[in-house]
């Protein structure tokens, strides 16, 4: 059985730091590419970050280049989402999801697996 569970969501102040975690069971990474996607309430989910299963090659969507860090343990089988300088637009429902192979950075459809979410508030 496949799971991924995130953990790490928080109330945290604008300009503020937090570090969400994906714990990923029943696939490996070694051949699964992780993604985080997070989803505004009124708004679509967008693709934040991914990282890839072959070389742990990384993307971002450019709102958030040079403030998140996306990287993996692959002996915890946990994939990590640093969040630096918070702004108001990245609060949301985080979500990890794993697919096989490279999966298309930022495509949902390219996804198999999804986690249930944690939730990020950016507010003082």
């Known amino acids: 059985q496949v799971q991924l569970v995130e953990s790490g969501g928080d109330l945290v102040q604008p300009g503020g730091s937090l570090r969400l975690s994906c714990v990923v069971s029943?696939?490996?990474?070694?051949?699964?590419?992780i993604a985080w996607f997070r989803q505004a309430p009124g708004k679509e989910r967008e693709g934040v970050s991914c990282?890839?299963?072959?070389?742990?090659?990384?993307a971002y969507v450019d709102s958030v280049k040079g403030r998140f860090t996306i990287s993996r343990d692959i002996s915890k089988n946990t994939v990590y989402l640093q969040m630096e300088s918070l702004k108001p637009e990245d609060g949301g429902v985080y979500y990890c999801a794993a697919g096989i192979g490279t999966p298309r950075c930022g495509y949902s459809d390219d996804m198999d697996y999804w986690g249930k979410g944690t939730t990020v508030t950016v507010s003082s």
């Open positions: 029943g696939v490996s990474l070694d051949y699964y590419g």
């Open positions: 990282i890839s299963p072959s070389d742990g090659s990384q």
